[in-house]
């Protein structure tokens, strides 16, 4: 599929290991152009609904309405098209393609309607600007994304200079996971989602799972943001007063600073590419694209923070074991489901990336569908209905099936008629607009679907025609009605197949309509382009030849040429190339539509490492003669793909490659020039000792980035013995936890057990041991308490080598919950909490240096009654 949506990937187990997966490395045969295709046969829908064919328009992206019932549409090149009056008008009413880049995920990809646009005329668009005269990725200065606003006129036309940008300079780092789209609430407030920039802000060999720019509050990646129309920032905002915030989409620069942006509404989000408001109401749903594992649906909640890069879904990133409840601070999917293979009956199978999504509004089709949320997969080509029941359960069906790759890129509810359907785009059959009505007890329309061959020739030309992927959703025979175009008569068949005699030389267009039993007629006829007396063009790619195999990074140039039986060799200016990055059953656009020939290209970088085996760049070049007949070819460019053998000193460990673990040894496989973002954890050896990197075999970092040579290679990580630790608080007559040390309260000292522990006082007669059955484990059902009269502000030291060290600790009471947990480590804020009648217990992971010798806790700023149970302590 044509994407510009995800750089996401799934599970590919089986091509990690042979290289058999790799793709036929050309398919340079002639395809049919766009004007010659054939019509898509139906979706499957449900009974008392239909699917049909708004308007063609190429890439569309986005859809509003206007209050008189204008259509807008967005396409990625940049244009906006309006469907008025049944049809399509001719003229773009504003194309921005001047001022866009449209590489990669890029180009205008949103659209919301002023709320009071009777009065104002104002429209709002979300696009990628070229700001830097550039479209080169992962540079310091990349292009941005902005949101403006724009006055439509009713005479259908948006004068450029009536543009005011509102939001600004939100870096398009890589080119890929922009978000994009736009919506007023009923407040007012104008709501907009953006993605993670794909690579990490700062850091361009940090990408997909390892980019952690969504983590940060300072930039405005990975985000839900809300405005006023005029771009000002709400002050209810959730950082709007918080110390040192910035505007950072301020139109006139960046302010200097690092503090939060006050734009920020929600964060945490990987590329929120499409979200819905419930009509009426503040409620919005947000469909974040997952990368590894899972597609989800997030409930729009004021500062939220909804996990991205630590969590997908409702797990640990790149999981599907380590689940459950969210860390603290971070907020589960309303509803999430798992890439490809799913269990058997799931309507997920095959499904790996969530576009689309709206609300039905009440009084729109059948009363079960009132506030039901739609969203769409653009992978597997289903839209999904689900709805929420008494005490928010959550029910998921499928609803529409069968539209194929490419497809349902946006939905949205708009007025048919007197009534409304759903409309959607799609990038299938060269771009298209639908929508699907809701028919009642109806008879539904057939729809017609047509091919031919040949479709070219010298005269007299015989073309044998075809509508057998015609279809009716009620079942219904189909009469086929045909129409060849050059002025003969029409023709009416009971079967699907007929042919044709062109005598008279010209391009002719051939239509084919199909009537059911009970009369009704297909909404749309089918069209193809014949061409007598002309033959196609026949373009030949000299260049990148099929033998390259290229590294990442690499420049390319796309050279070509085309000859034609009328028109002889064809010029440069009837030249078009293409360029797509493959990944499985889906594709990202790495060229839009460039004419001329020797084009400059760069060749990419996988989108992760389980891609580094499916990915391979496409490109495709189009030659169309004087009569407008187009032919293309396409040729597939493969990477240079090397191993890098993997190891570490004990071997069996655990090492960190771009975000995915592996067990040494292993090998690798990369391409050349890919970076590999390589680390080494501390952890426990097959002896159950604690072991700490102490060098690479390439002198890197612990984490550093493997720039992939031209040949195999090999890389190792070399341990030590690493300082560990486990203690848990506890009376001196409690047993003791498995794997864990006692401290009983004693002031600090060696306790002979091989580490030096304790209190700066004794505390002994303020440990506890509860015995209760509500304490989830042992080490949760003893404590410490660090405030008592006898010793207000304990403390507590445990002797360490000096250096990092990944502390865990815990601190709550099965039995009572009057307390205010706050504990510092090093000085700084490790934990807080406050304990409820359904949360007893608060547990944290923290990094802290320790330069003295002694690893200190103490209380936090806040803390009544503060109590600690356990303390893990991991050397890094």
Known sequence: ?????????????????????????????????????????????????????????????????????????????????????????????????????????????????????????????????????????????????????????????????????????????????????LHFGADGLLY?????????????????????????????LGKMLRIRKDGTIPTDNPWYAASGSRRCGNPTGVPTGTGPCQENYATGLRNPFRFAFQPGTNTFFINDVGQGVWEEIDEGIKGADYGWNTREGHCANNSTTSCGAPPAGMTNPLFDYKHGTNPTGSPFQG????????????????????????????????????????????????????????????LRFGPAGTGQSLYYTTYAGGGEVRRIDFTGTRNRAPTAALSASPTAGATPLTVNFNGGASSDPDGDALTYVWNFGDGSAGVETTTATTSHVYTASGAFTASLSVRDARGATSAQAATLRIDAGNTAPVPVITGPLESLRFYAGQPLVLTGSATDAEDGTLPATQLTWRALLHHNEHTHPLLAATNGNNIP????????????????????????????????????????????????????????????SFTTPTVIKSWERYTLNVAAPSQTDSSGVWKVWASWSDGGALAHGY?????????????????????????????????????????????????????????????????????????????????????????????????????????????????????????????????????????????????????????????????VNFVDVEQQ
């Open 192 to 220: 907009v989602s953006v993605g993670d920039g794909g690579c990490q802000l700062g850091d361009p060999s940090r990408c997909a799972g390892q980019n952690t720019t969504a983590r940060r509050l300072d930039v405005l």
């Open 1 to 181: 599929m044509t994407s510009w949506i995800r750089g996401f990937a799934w599970l590919v187990p089986l091509c990690l290991l042979a290289v058999a997966c790799e793709p036929e490395p050309s398919l340079e045969a002639a395809e049919a152009p766009s004007e010659v295709g054939t019509t898509s046969a139906a979706i499957t829908l449900p009974p008392s609904y239909a699917d049909a064919l708004v308007t063609a328009v190429s890439q569309p992206t986005a859809l509003a309405f206007t209050p008189d019932g204008r259509l807008l549409i967005t396409t990625q090149g940049g244009q906006l098209r309006v469907f008025a009056g049944g049809v399509l008008v001719a003229t773009p009413a504003l194309n921005l393609a001047a001022r866009l880049c449209t590489n990669s995920e890029r180009g205008l990809l949103g659209i919301a309607v002023d709320p009071d646009f009777s009065s104002t005329g104002h429209l709002y668009l979300y696009y990628t600007f070229n700001k830097f005269n550039t479209c080169t990725t992962n540079i310091t200065n990349v292009a941005v994304n902005r949101v403006s606003r724009f006055t439509l006129s009713t005479g259908n036309v948006v004068n450029p200079a009536s543009e005011l940008v509102v939001l600004d300079n939100i870096p398009s780092t890589a080119g890929n996971h922009n978000g994009g789209d």
């Open 601 to 660: 290209l760069t060749a990419p970088q996988p989108e992760d490492l389980p891609a580094v085996l499916t990915n391979f760049v496409e490109v495709q070049l189009t030659a169309t003669d004087s009569q407008g007949r187009t032919t293309t070819v396409t040729r597939n460019l493969l990477p240079h793909i090397v191993d890098v053998a993997l190891d570490s000193v004990p071997s069996g460990l655990t090492l960190e490659v771009n975000g995915t």
């Open 351 to 410: 499904c790996n990336s969530i576009t689309g999504g709206t609300f039905a509004p009440p009084g729109a089709w059948a009363s079960s569908d009132d506030n039901a949320y739609f969203f769409s997969d653009y992978v597997c080509g289903k839209v999904f209905k689900l709805t929420r029941g008494s005490g928010g359960a959550v029910t998921v069906d499928a609803f529409a099936t069968g539209l194929g790759g490419s497809s349902a890129v946006t």
């Open 707 to 867: 720039l992939t040579p031209a040949s195999n290679s090999s890389l190792s990580a070399t341990y030590q013995n690493g300082f560990a630790a486990r203690v848990d608080f506890l009376p001196a007559t409690s047993a003791v936890p498995s794997g864990y040390v006692a401290d009983t309260g004693l002031t600090f000292g060696d306790r002979g057990n091989g580490l030096s522990y304790g209190w700066n006082t004794d505390n002994s007669t303020q440990t506890r041991a509860r015995g209760s059955a509500a304490s989830p484990d042992a080490r949760y059902d003893t404590f410490t308490h660090l405030q008592k009269t006898e010793n207000p502000n304990a403390v507590w030291e445990l002797a360490v080598p000096s250096g990092q060290y990944r502390v865990t600790i815990a601190a709550g009471d099965p039995d009572h919950v009057d307390s205010v947990f706050s504990l510092a480590l090093e000085g700084q804020p490790a934990l807080s909490g406050t304990p409820t009648a359904t949360t007893h217990f608060f547990t944290t992971t923290t990094t802290v240096n320790v330069s003295d010798g002694r690893l200190t806790l103490t209380n936090g700023s806040g803390a009544a009654n503060n109590k």
